[in-house]
């Protein structure tokens, strides 16, 4: 039988000696052994912090961002789209992330991200994947749309128009890149 989940109110007392709790207690800890098991004893994780302020630099040095109307980039600009990028970052140590992509790959979408919701873009017009290193489009959406799914609740409707507007333009260069791979964007296992 399924155990109601408890709200915040409740207060569940378990008997530690009681047979229900020694079952509990083998199963989290059989279960233990199998997410041990599956990613291999490896519990030692990259984060993505180097590798996106490298990116966030890069693009500085090399004048390729840009913001909203194509106003000049300040460092105030700059500081924005590192900070709400380490934010994203922050967020997807929720996520499963980590054991799905590389922490280069996880910053290429805090990057990312961070650009489309602080209204800082490539200059020139130019696709955001294209200013992005070693990431094809399948995995930035895919980082990016695990991300959101966590942020968007705790961002409320405040933000939903800003999500919404990502996820519009994933899906354009989805499409575009359907009609154009860029065989140096794929990933090599």
Not at 60 to 86: F, H, V, Y
Not at 166 to 186: S, T
Request: aromatic share 6%; with cysteine.
């Amino acid at each position: 039988t399924a155990m109601p989940s408890p709200s915040s109110n409740d207060n569940i007392q378990i008997d530690q000696k009681s047979e229900e709790f020694v079952r509990l207690k083998e199963r989290v800890l059989l279960l233990e052994r199998v997410i041990l098991n599956t990613i291999g004893f490896e519990l030692h994780i990259e984060h993505p912090y180097k590798f996106l302020v490298d990116c966030v630099q890069n693009m500085n040095k090399k004048r390729s961002i840009e913001g909203k109307d194509g106003q000049p980039k300040t460092p105030q600009m700059i500081q924005e789209l590192s900070q709400n990028a380490i934010n994203f970052a922050n967020d997807s140590m929720h996520t499963s992330l980590c054991l799905q992509f590389t922490p280069q790959e996880i910053a290429m979408a805090c990057v990312y991200l961070s650009g489309k919701y602080s209204g800082i873009r490539p200059v020139g017009g130019k696709p955001w994947i294209e200013l992005l290193d070693n990431i094809s489009v399948e995995y930035l959406t895919s980082i990016s749309i695990q991300i959101l799914e966590y942020v968007q609740p705790k961002k409320g409707q405040d933000s939903e128009m800003a999500f919404k507007m990502i996820r519009k333009d994933l899906d354009e260069m989805g499409r575009m890149g359907e009609a154009a791979p860029d065989p140096k964007r794929q990933k090599t296992n």
